[in-house]
């Protein structure tokens, strides 16, 4: 079975400070995705990475950055956070395009 | 041209009852509809999908109704359960052209009552 892990369920964090979401996955998947997930909105991309050190935009970028230095790892960087980034993010991951993505439980952040 | 419309927001249905949930996109370059499923505190997770080369899709007691001509496509679920009570959200891609990406639907909350 596929476990995509994110590193925390809830994190609190205050208005500037830089955050840190992490995520990996076990199964040598080659694509990563960071989405948000708003009440009415749906999940919204933020950022994917097709490979190793390779990243994209998606919709909602601004305000967000990622590093995947390793395979399993993708990290979603808050550079200086805001009360509206607070909300449920949720990282995915698959094998290939094509392929079904497999989500992890979230991280719920709130930004004070 | 990229979003995927769903409806309704929430939705009651007794126990055995017959649960509908409708999607419409306006990108006729989509060609992949999945439908994923979300419990409380859990990730969503693939249910059933459908490509457009067929009408409708049965896994169990989940159907997905694709309608190519109206741009529409649905999820319908027979005998619903109470253990069906959850969040679900339809997406669309392209998969034919480039790096595939899931647009979704805002989602459905369901509740079915016992």
């Known amino acids: 079975d596929v476990k995509v892990t994110q590193s925390s369920r809830y994190l609190v964090k205050r208005t500037g400070e830089k955050v840190f979401l992490e995520c990996v996955q076990d199964?040598?998947?080659?694509?990563m995705f960071w989405y948000r997930q708003d009440p009415g909105l749906g999940l919204r991309l933020i950022y994917f990475?097709?490979?190793?050190?390779?990243?994209e935009k998606g919709d909602i970028p601004e305000g967000y950055s990622v590093s995947r230095e390793k395979k399993e790892r993708f990290s979603l960087i808050l550079e200086s956070a805001s009360t509206n980034q607070t909300s449920m993010y949720l990282c995915?991951?698959?094998?290939?395009?094509?392929?079904?993505?497999?989500f992890g439980d979230g991280t719920r952040l709130s930004i004070l | 041209q990229q979003q995927v419309k769903q409806s309704p927001q929430s939705l009651i249905v007794q126990k055995g009852g017959i649960s509908i949930i409708n999607c419409a996109y306006e990108n006729t370059a989509f060609d992949y509809f999945p439908w994923y499923q979300q419990f409380p505190g859990k990730g969503p997770a693939l249910l059933i999908a459908i490509r457009p080369d067929v009408s409708e899709k049965k896994e169990g007691r989940f159907t997905i109704s694709f309608n190519k001509s109206a741009k529409q496509f649905s999820l319908h679920i027979m005998d619903s359960q109470p253990g069906d009570s959850a969040t679900y959200f339809c997406a669309a891609s392209k998969t034919n052209t480039g790096f595939q990406k899931l647009v979704f639907g805002t989602g459905t909350r369901l509740l079915v009552s016992p």
């Open positions: 199964m040598d998947h080659e694509n």
């Open positions: 990475s097709y490979d190793v050190k390779m990243k």
């Open positions: 995915a991951s698959r094998m290939m395009s094509n392929q079904p993505q497999h």
